[in-house]
């Protein structure tokens, strides 16, 4: 399973208002501003959880993507432990897709 079909599974993203391509897009330039996510505290660890795929320049991207959305990256990596085993599943499927 990839990020993008779980979030929409855990219903973190309705596929009605974004498509695979969109969240590619919006990952690879670092530009989330029209992603439209159900649940924000989720859609905010994610970025956070994101940033580990990121090759190069991690902070930087993380910055620029929470930027998008007005948001810095302190908000993005807190509360994801209260998110329980969605977040702990994240975690693993992000770790697992990093290497």
Same mark, same amino acid.
């Given at each position: 399973?990839?990020?993008?079909?779980?979030?929409?599974?855990? =219903?973190?993203?309705?596929?009605?208002?974004?498509?695979? #391509? *969109?969240?590619?897009?919006?990952?690879?330039?670092?530009?989330?501003?029209?992603?439209?996510? %159900?649940? #924000? *505290?989720?859609?905010?660890?994610?970025?956070?959880?994101? %940033? &580990? /795929?990121? %090759?190069? =320049?991690?902070?930087?991207?993380?910055?620029?993507? /929470?930027?998008?959305?007005?948001?810095?990256? #302190?908000?993005?990596?807190?509360?994801?432990?209260? @998110?329980? %085993?969605?977040? &702990?599943?994240?975690?693993? @499927?992000?770790?697992?897709?990093?290497?």
């Amino acid at each position: 399973m990839n990020v993008y079909n779980y979030l929409i599974e855990t =219903e973190v993203l309705d596929k009605e208002y974004t498509s695979p #391509q *969109d969240f590619i897009n919006a990952i690879e330039n670092a530009n989330v501003s029209s992603i439209r996510p %159900k649940l #924000q *505290d989720n859609f905010k660890c994610t970025l956070n959880q994101l %940033k &580990e /795929c990121i %090759k190069s =320049e991690k902070r930087k991207w993380l910055r620029e993507i /929470c930027s998008s959305i007005n948001l810095t990256p #302190q908000q993005a990596s807190k509360n994801g432990t209260n @998110l329980g %085993k969605w977040y &702990e599943d994240l975690q693993k @499927l992000v770790s697992k897709k990093s290497k």
